[in-house]
């Protein structure tokens, strides 16, 4: 079975500048989220998506960044304008149901590495 | 709200040697734990969970955690630790009965295990 992909793994960017990450969960999950990882920090939730709609982007910085789920598949999240304390991992994680990875059935991928300069 | 704690920013050990990783959390609701860890450049793994039942549970590669009500506390433990156990372990919670997923982990602890 594949895992959650990821693309791109690693992305070096000026501040002020623009980048997306893409991901594509495990096939047949229904929920998917984004997580920052701040270097010496633990992941920290920015939104989840129940299918195509959002079920909690309460500590998503809705100024600079964004995040769909269009057909309920594929997730892109977007950073612009990028600041220097946006430089961290983005980790996409799926799961079959929000109570399933509330249990720990949440699978995570590799993760995007953002550096702004 | 819940939050996690792990005070142990970094474990050093050496091979076969055994380690503990601290965890404490506080939660004004009933929770489930866990511990994931993470290898170099990759996501993150489960290691283990408690949901219920036995406080102590058993998870991959060898390690257990103990779940300690009184004490808020899940540490991970190992007997006999490998080189290959060298990542970052995060403790995480979340709260029993939730409608949507709210994980929230710890700052994690790196363990390094050398000859």
């Known amino acids: 079975e594949a895992g959650v992909a990821q693309s791109p793994r690693y992305k070096i960017i000026e501040k002020r500048q623009s980048v997306a990450f893409w991901c594509n969960p495990i096939?047949?999950?229904?929920?998917l989220y984004w997580y920052q990882q701040i270097l010496g920090q633990g992941p920290k939730l920015l939104i989840q998506f129940q299918n195509n709609g959002v079920v909690d982007d309460s500590q998503l910085p809705k100024d600079r960044f964004s995040a769909e789920r269009l057909k309920g598949v594929d997730s892109t999240l977007k950073i612009q304008p990028a600041k220097l304390e946006d430089s961290a991992v983005y980790l996409c994680?799926?799961?079959?149901?929000?109570?399933?990875?509330?249990?720990?059935?949440?699978?995570f991928g590799e993760g995007s590495r953002l550096t702004v300069l | 709200a819940q939050s996690v704690t792990q005070l142990d920013s970094q474990v050093p050990v050496f091979e076969e040697a055994p380690v503990e990783l601290r965890c404490n959390y506080s939660s004004s609701v009933s929770v489930y734990l866990f511990w994931y860890v993470q290898y170099p450049n990759q996501g993150l793994q489960l290691l283990l969970k408690y949901l219920s039942g036995s406080t102590l549970v058993k998870g991959i590669n060898g390690f257990e955690a103990e779940f300690n009500k009184s004490q808020t506390s899940f540490h991970l433990r190992k007997p006999s630790v490998h080189i290959s156990d060298t990542a970052e372990y995060f403790c995480a919670v979340s709260d029993k009965g939730g409608t949507a997923s709210k994980l929230t982990f710890g700052t994690g602890t790196r363990l390094q295990v050398t000859l």
């Open positions: 994680a799926s799961s079959f149901s929000a109570s399933r990875a509330n249990t720990g059935e949440l699978f």
């Open positions: 096939s047949g999950h229904a929920t």
